[in-house]
């Protein structure tokens, strides 16, 4: 049964780095990619950027400068990592895999408010 | 960036009825459109991938298809737990690219 369930702190105070977790169980990281989508409150889905089976990585041009996605295999977790945050990054921030393409399983979801 | 202009943003419909979701990329995406449904406080969930093939379990009163870069979401006999939210999504080309959502509502 594939599972992803994400981790991290709730609040973070801004100009900050968020660190998340993902942890992962009922399928293999090098042969899946794990992404991450947010979701600010009430509003639409963003493509944050994903890790792939291989290792590599693709991150959304808009958020590249600030973004870093990394895994550990042994324990089948994926970190998100993203500095310099505002109060417009408030959103849920899901974890979500892919076999080929569409995003088949997703996380429940962790709610990240930016304030001081 | 690929633009995926999702229409309506909220449709009201009877139970019963047929509804139909919209979105159009602005450039091809060779059929790789993906339909989700999301329930308030939950995670998206696929419903149709490749534009028209049904993820297991979903009813077969979801169904997707596509005319040039426009693709549709049609759900028919429409029930009241489909009054939720969707979202179309390209899979074609980074970055992946969401619609804006359809919130659906039962009249």
């Known amino acids: 049964q594939v599972q992803l369930k994400e981790s991290g702190p709730g609040l973070v105070q801004p100009s900050q780095t968020l660190s998340l977790t993902c942890t992962v169980s009922?399928?293999?990281?090098?042969?899946?990619?794990v992404h991450w989508v947010r979701q600010p409150p009430g509003k639409g889905l963003e493509w944050m950027g994903g890790?792939?089976?291989?290792?590599?990585?693709d991150y959304n041009s808009a958020l590249k400068s600030r973004l870093s996605i990394s895994r550990d295999t042994s324990k089948s977790q994926v970190f998100l990592k993203m500095n310099s945050l505002q109060t417009d990054d408030t959103a849920i921030y899901f974890c979500?895999?892919?076999?080929?393409?569409?995003?088949?399983?997703w996380g429940q979801g962790v709610m990240v408010t930016v304030s001081s | 960036d690929i633009q995926m202009t999702q229409s309506p943003a909220s449709l009201s419909a009877s139970l019963g009825e047929t509804v139909t979701i919209e979105c159009l990329a602005s450039?091809?995406?060779?059929?790789?459109l993906a339909w989700y449904q999301q329930k308030p406080g939950k995670s998206p969930q696929l419903l149709i991938y490749?534009?028209?093939s049904l993820q297991d379990g979903v009813p077969s009163r979801f169904s997707g298809s596509e005319s040039g870069t426009q693709y549709s979401l049609e759900i028919n006999s429409l029930q009241s737990e489909d009054a939720v939210t969707y979202f179309c999504?390209?899979?074609?080309?980074?970055?992946?690219?969401f619609g804006s959502g359809t919130k659906l509502e039962i009249k």
């Open positions: 450039e091809d995406i060779y059929s790789n």
């Open positions: 890790i792939w089976g291989d290792g590599s990585t």
């Open positions: 999504q390209q899979h074609h080309d980074y970055p992946f690219t």
């Open positions: 009922g399928f293999s990281l090098t042969s899946n990619s």
């Open positions: 979500t895999r892919s076999g080929d393409g569409p995003f088949g399983d």
């Open positions: 490749d534009a028209s």
